[in-house]
């Protein structure tokens, strides 16, 4: 298999657009999910809606989120 540097030679002689098709693939391989991970979000989520729901966990408005505190 051709090095990283080769294949960096290589693809910058592409034309624009065929560098885009490559880098958009490029980035979407590092942007594959992690099956794992998405179950441990899941769990949690499900932890913190049943805990907001029988009030153990307050909730606060979207103001207050995106409120600007200096």
Request: one cysteine or more.
């Amino acid at each position: 298999m051709d090095s990283s540097k080769t294949v960096l030679k290589k693809a910058l002689q592409l034309k624009p657009q065929e560098r885009i098709v490559v880098v958009e693939g490029l980035l979407m391989s590092l942007d594959e999910p992690d099956k794992e991970i998405d179950e441990i979000w899941t769990v949690e989520a499900e932890k913190r809606l049943a805990a907001y729901r029988s009030g153990k966990l307050k909730g606060i408005s979207c103001e207050e989120v995106f409120e600007e505190k200096i």
